[in-house]
């Protein structure tokens, strides 16, 4: 694992999360599901160790016959 993987914890690999940087350089999570469902968080609080919400990205490659 990697020290930001560490730092971060579920939602580093989310594909419900958003990194957004800002001007400063800084780097923070944003969940997308708080969009939809205010009970999680815009910004959780890292490193996130369990989310009902998490999905994992490598699920997405799966879908074989995908339109692209
Ligand atoms: S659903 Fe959970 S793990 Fe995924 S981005 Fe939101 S808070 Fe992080």
Do not use: I, N, W
Not at 30 to 38: I, M, V, Y
Request: charged share 20%.
């Amino acid at each position: 694992m990697s020290q930001e993987s560490e730092k971060v914890g579920l939602c580093f690999g989310c594909r419900h999360a958003r990194v957004v940087t800002t001007a400063r350089g800084g780097s923070f999570y944003l969940c997308q599901l708080s969009a939809s469902d205010p009970s999680f968080a815009k910004y959780p609080q890292l490193p996130v160790m369990h989310c009902r919400g998490y999905r994992a990205m490598a699920e997405e490659a799966d879908a074989s016959g995908a339109d692209e």
